[in-house]
């Protein structure tokens, strides 16, 4: 096994002229440096758009993008060979700011600076505004985030023969990894074994960004034949790889008096980074959630992604959703205000109930419990006779948040939303799944566990869940969009179709009596008639003995989705989450400090497979939500990150996070598996609304932009004070 | 990686009393010392009777009877080391023939010298001779036979945890090892991962010793936490594994005049060496066939087999087969002789015609090819016109040799007798089958590439059979008894009939047509109505782009089979290969030499799915039969075979070898795939019995032993000559 470390520009756009490996190759077990030069077939890993080089061709477009990749004998000689390798450059002017991209006129990043587009045209938002009584807007701005996952990027790269590869990797969707190096490479994907190693976090950050970094291993895996393990350090890590879109957007909002939602015109931009990568399916989905779970008739939605000179933005958590929830959750305590309505009497006049129609014209039928996590948030956080004392140093404050998300990939990545499961029974009974999705600290394998157990009737303690592996199941998609116990729990109900026949039939031998009267639960096989019992092992066992087939697939997809990209009317998503939080927070006036001590949340899940998995995945959304709003601010100068580490860059630690308390909502959903619905992603998405509108409620002003570090809550503070003197005066 | 040895018994029969380790600990590189007392749960290896342990318990049954293994940095230390473990023994009296272990009363080397016992009880056979003609009998002796595959027994084991292991090796049967293993731990079976390594060669003798290899390598990788090597050299690999089973047959069969056979009373003995392995199947083989492809109203039928001293006898392609039917294939001429009836008449007019019953009184009804292999070899020999000139110093014979064979386990193993398949599509239109069997040189990854591409209606070119892995397929019970075509081929079709609605279902949709006119062949989808047509690919990308399940399992089992073990009557296999060789030799009266120069061959494999692949299996085993019986010569002194490599046991070279025609016979076997029967043992079966019956034929001496070396053919013609010159005196 050899190593690999990045070789990458230090410049944010320009091209390279001259690489000097002179000194590189001084280093004691320098091997190879491989580049652009060394690629099979195509120089290109952009997910969807293909704009991303593998390895820079010339064009550099950010302090980051790759130019080669250093192999030597260990670790610390890869590191210091590429750190000794001189690139000479000539520099362009580049873009950091949504602001100075969109109005570049040449000296574009790419064929343009605009990464992406979309749009909803709904009914008629200039006659919506006339028939409105007030008129209403406001902009709002969000920050990068970086995921900060436990281990950072790492991969190991096997070739096995002319043209074949293993990879092992800290990932989130081994199938992308197929498809980038089959491409890389000219092979077919099935010529890529890929399998997940366990993998401590990734929140979206190792949805595509391993697709990279497994690629590059793979073209020098290839070029010496040798194994080659890369492991980025943090440094690196955080400079290279993808982020959160921070967004501006602009919110004009017209009402009637009652408060009554009429038209609505919203402009969402977004920092693309310097490649689109998934910026157009993040963009589709704050598009197409841009108002919230509300009734709205008339709206006009444009969100667009525009290209700067920093590290790409993609995937994480909520997927843009929780930027739009920050738009639609401070814009309702705005219109609240303004209207002098209660915050949550505004909410649940527009709220979406069981027949209405979404901002995408989709009637949603089922499963729509977005009134009841409100009022259940509301009854946690005793909302409606929280009266603080604020006279004092300590502001307190309540803000609520509610927040509807589209289930799975949704219209625009309907393509590749299917999952399988391959169910293996033992003869000592026991039960093995392999699955295609993954389990990545977020409790996976326990849910699929559980799942099985439930769909077979067997105890828990039987089912082993595999290590994901490409080679044990079909293509099921990424491992994103909280896909997990709605694809996969469907996918055990299909193949549980298949085997329980099978079981029934075997049963009905061995007992003899009829098949109608087997019953499988609880690890018992009984004859209802005449209540004899087995347990499960024996069954197997006789299965075995009788030869019957022990291995089974399933498989589910989504429904198939009527969607209009051009309007970006119809079925968006075939089904939602619905979520409300509460934070209660105490900001110190003095220092500006937010104390965000209390998140009450409400929860429609459909079904919680999981309850305990449920109000882990809120406490740690919320806790993530929590270091988005006010503690995490990642600042860039001129291309590069100056808060790379856990000194600079502030995660929440456990005093920073809030005492979480979930309600959990079952609306169950006819197509979830026992009626379940997703709940990784919307754990994350209203918090910064509630965190934001808590802090305005407790200072009375409008804060709409995040972090609330000190120093921005402050300065709020002081304006205000410096606007009062004047007033005064 | 370390390496491992075996220590094994120098001593036939008796305990060992003493290990000394201070010699091997001396050796550079030396690690440790494995035996029984390391062994977690149950010291036992025996895949059918458990009277093996994996390492001796004291007591020790032939020289190479395990007794520990040696771990060391490197092969040569390992071996060194194990040379030098000093042993003390206690030894006892060894039996090395039948007849010493039958006679036996006391000091037995297990419970009894019996291994094991079958028979077959059908009619009246004291009545039967009272109504023949003609009684006639006469004895039959075959030897040893070693397998010498290509290379010799190896596995590598690497542990995964506290309680998994992989193990990777040259094997036939993963599944077994498995088994094996998870005794041995007391671990589920699919705690152990098993991977087939390409195997050249086997031949049955990695069907069940790899378990005791890989056992015992998995007890010392578990025990030292390292993975290690372990590759018998020839000399150790040829005294300590199994080999055929060597015979002493007594026919006796009453006679009407016209030739009909009437009764038959036969006794098999056979030389189960010093544990029982797979004596007992290998017995109900030999047992079921005693009689041959031929009608008999009254037989018994007992099959012994006793242990000695000796390596173990176990599976050998044929598995007993070749050796009944040299037994009842040297009958017929003899009884041909003893009449004065034209050999193939004789079999003519008893041969099994579709209607009739077996031996086992089981009636077959189809698929029943038996005569028209006789005519058809004959032929091809020009059996009716062929008179040689054998006045001169070079004798010229033909001898036929018809037989039948029990397809898959029969009802012996029919427990085990199920096998599948998994079958994935990929975008590309590629398609990857991983199935339970094995490729072993037989050429079944062909075979089932072949029954995929048509199965599926596609281009063999799409085909990739993956290499064999536990985890990849349900237990498909062992790769022996020529069972991959018929169950892999069955698996492959009950997987097409899984996958064909879903090609047809979305072929409908893309073309716009029915389902019901989708034609898939040829590798294009067609709608045989209007005649469009597209690649097959083009409907796997669909099926990918519209989420369709692109993973399929496969599962066959055997027929259920009724028979009575206790009188060997019924069905005791679904389905039965036919097949007659007939052997051209040319006997140099002078020295003895027998020079096998053509083997006209006709076989019914109900399907040829592969008639290059049924020739080249008729080839190798004609081969193999010829060497058996002629030049293989197996010699064994004091327990110790005195013929370990290949300058002393003479496998025929490509000039030993004969030149083989074959004729394919095609009567379709409904339960088969496409109508295909097993064609890897039949190839072998008749082969000596056809050699001797030419020997026979051109000497004019009934040769009932072989191997016919020169040695054994000049004493025939001496002791002829001695005769003669008696009776002229």
Redesign the interface.
């Known amino acids: 096994m050899v190593h690999g470390a990045p070789v990458y520009s230090s410049i944010p756009f320009g091209e390279y002229t001259h690489i000097d490996l002179s000194e590189s190759k001084k280093v004691d077990g320098y091997i190879d440096f491989v580049s652009a030069v060394d690629i099979p077939d195509e120089n290109q890993i952009g997910v969807i758009i293909p704009d991303q080089p593998l390895f820079a061709d010339k064009t550099v477009r950010y302090i980051g993008d790759s130019i080669g990749f250093v192999v030597a004998e260990t670790h610390d000689a890869a590191i210091l060979a590429a750190k000794a390798v001189d690139i000479k450059y000539t520099e362009k002017t580049p873009y950091y700011s949504i602001d100075d991209s969109r109005e570049a006129t040449e000296n574009f990043i790419h064929e343009s600076n605009l990464a992406c587009h979309h749009k909803v045209r709904k009914g008629d938002i200039h006659k919506g505004f006339e028939e409105s009584d007030h008129i209403i807007e406001a902009q709002f701005v969000t920050p990068f985030q970086e995921h900060y996952y436990l281990e950072p990027q790492a991969c190991i790269a096997i070739p096995n023969g002319p043209d074949k590869i293993k990879i092992l990797g800290s990932i989130q969707c081994p199938f992308y990894i197929q498809k980038a190096i089959a491409r890389v490479f000219d092979w077919?994907?099935?010529n890529i074994l890929v399998e997940q190693a366990p993998t401590g976090g990734a929140f979206g950050g190792k949805e595509d960004i391993p697709s990279e970094i497994c690629a590059r291993a793979a073209v020098a895996a290839m070029k010496i034949q040798r194994p080659i393990k890369v492991v980025y350090n943090r440094n690196d890590d955080v400079q290279l790889t993808s982020k959160r879109h921070p967004f501006q957007m602009h919110y004009k909002v017209g009402v009637k008096k009652d408060g009554t939602l009429i038209s609505s015109e919203i402009l969402l931009e977004e920092n693309a980074g310097a490649y689109a990568t998934l910026s157009t399916v993040v963009s589709y989905r704050s598009c197409a959630q841009a108002m919230g779970p509300y009734v709205i008739p008339n709206i006009h939605v444009d969100s667009n992604s525009y290209h700067t000179n920093l590290p790409t933005t993609g995937a994480f958590r909520g997927f843009g959703s929780p930027q739009a929830a920050f738009g639609h959750e401070r814009m309702m305590d705005v219109i609240a205000e303004e209207l002098g309505i209660e915050p949550m009497e505004l909410r649940l006049k527009n709220i979406l109930q069981p027949g209405d129609q979404t901002q995408t014209a989709q009637i949603l039928n089922n499963s729509v419990g977005a009134e009841d996590t409100i009022r259940e948030a509301a009854k946690l956080a005793n909302w409606e006779t929280y009266t603080p004392n604020n006279d004092g140093r300590y502001k307190y404050g309540l803000g609520m948040s509610a927040i509807h998300y589209g289930n799975c990939l949704g219209a625009a990545g309907?393509?590749?939303?299917?999952s399988?499961v391959?169910i293996?029974l033992?003869?000592?009974g026991?039960v093995?799944v392999a699955y295609g999705l993954i389990e990545m600290g977020q409790g996976s394998e326990t849910v699929v566990r559980q799942m099985t157990a439930e769909a077979l009737g067997v105890s828990i303690d039987r089912i082993?869940v595999?290590p994901t592996n490409s080679?044990?199941?079909?293509?099921s998609g990424p491992a994103v969009a909280s896909r997990n116990v709605v694809m996969t729990g469907n996918a055990i109900r299909n193949a549980a179709e298949k085997i329980q026949p099978i079981l029934k039939k075997s049963a009905a031998e061995l007992m003899g009596c009829k098949e109608s009267n087997i019953d499988i639960k609880e690890d018992y096989v009984q004859d209802s008639d005449s209540g004899t019992k087995m347990m499960f092992h024996e069954l197997c066992d006789y299965l075995?003995?009788?030869?019957?087939?022990?291995?089974?697939?399933g498989?589910w997809?989504?429904p198939e989705l009527e969607y209009d990209a051009e309007t970006g009317m119809g079925e968006a998503y075939f089904s939602y989450s619905f979520a409300t939080q509460i934070a209660k927070v105490k900001v110190d006036s003095l220092t500006g400090q937010v104390d965000v001590q209390n998140i009450y949340a409400a929860y429609d899940v459909g079904k919680a497979i999981n309850p305990s998995g449920i109000e882990g995945q809120v406490e740690g959304g919320s806790a993530q939500g929590i270091g988005w709003a006010t503690t995490e601010d990642l600042k860039m100068q001129d291309g590069i990150v100056q808060t790379p580490n856990l000194t600079t860059y502030l995660l929440p630690t456990a005093m920073d996070s809030a005492d979480v308390e979930t309600a959990i909502v079952e609306k169950p959903e006819p197509e979830g598996p026992w009626g379940a619905k997703g709940i990784g992603e919307p754990s994350i998405i209203p918090t910064a609304g509630a965190v934001a509108n808590a802090v305005s409620n407790a200072i009375g002003i409008q804060m709409n932009e995040i972090p609330l570090t000190p120093e921005r809550v402050l300065n709020a503070l002081n304006l205000r004070r410096l606007k009062q003197d004047i007033v005064s005066c």
């Open positions: 077919p994907y099935e309907w393509h590749m939303d299917g399988g391959n293996k033992f003869p000592n026991n093995h082993t595999l080679a044990q199941v079909p293509d075995s003995k009788s030869n019957m087939d022990m291995e089974f697939t498989w997809h989504t």
